[in-house]
């Protein structure tokens, strides 16, 4: 199982960034899908989960601002990030649970990682 993810770069205070993270290899199916960021110095941390049903959460910090989503066909999870502030720089990590058999448990994934960048 690999995790692609793509769409980080630099942008200025207020704009937008839409980050994706696809899925591939063996897998049979997929709970959670969700995005961590990491800042230097700091912990990794939650910024948003969806559950296969839609559910959401986000970490307070985000909320009103970002928008997690995912397209459950190509494997996929967004997030559209707009409002961006200079706190909001941190490397972004995709994360997924799934399994890769009916007889398997679900397990962790990690994406590789990608910089977000917010100038003031």
């Known amino acids: 199982v690999q995790l692609q993810a793509s769409g980080g770069g630099l942008v200025q205070l207020g704009g937008s960034l839409r980050l994706s993270c696809a899925a591939s290899g063996r897998i049979f199916s997929i709970n959670t899908m969700g995005w961590y960021r990491q800042a230097p110095g700091k912990q990794r941390e939650l910024v948003a989960v969806i559950t296969s049903l839609g559910s959401t959460n986000y970490a307070d910090s985000v909320k009103g601002r970002f928008t997690i989503s995912r397209d459950n066909d190509k494997n996929t999870v967004y997030l559209q990030m707009n409002s961006l502030k200079p706190e909001d720089t941190a490397v972004y990590y995709c994360?997924?649970?799934?399994?890769?058999?009916?007889?398997?448990?679900?397990?962790?994934?990690w994406g590789q990682g990608t910089q977000v960048t917010v100038s003031s």
């Open positions: 994360n997924v649970r799934l399994r890769v058999s009916v007889y398997k448990g679900f397990d962790d994934y």
